[in-house]
Nanobody, 118 residues
């Protein structure tokens, strides 16, 4: 069974940092792009960042560029999201996802809550 399990969420004050982790199990995800998405209350899920598998190309949403860093450890089948200078508007459930053969992100974790207080 393919699983993505996120961890590292929590409550932090504005300006603080958190590092999210996503461990993949069931099959190796070392050869597919991985990404992070988030969903705030009352809003649609939105793209945060993704990372390719070969040369580790990264992309970021404009709202997090310069503050968040995505990385991956292929040997550990783990993807990270380092979040610095957090803002209250970063509050959301953060989801890890893996891209499938269709080119879409179609494998999702259960999510981890990030709450940033002002």
């Amino acid at each position: 069974q393919v699983r993505l399990v996120e961890s590292g969420g929590g409550l932090v004050q504005a300006g603080g940092s958190l590092r999210l982790s996503c461990v993949a199990s069931g099959r190796t995800f070392s050869s597919v792009p991985m990404g992070w998405f988030r969903q705030a209350p009352g809003k649609e899920r939105e793209f945060v960042a993704d990372i390719s598998w070969l040369i580790l190309t990264t992309r970021y949403a404009d709202s997090v560029k310069g503050r968040f860093t995505i990385s991956r450890d292929k040997a550990k089948n783990t993807v990270y999201l380092q979040m610095n200078s957090l803002k209250p508007e970063d509050t959301a459930v953060y989801y890890c996802a893996a891209q499938g053969a269709s080119g879409r992100f179609d494998t999702w974790g259960q999510g981890t809550q990030v709450t940033v207080s002002s």
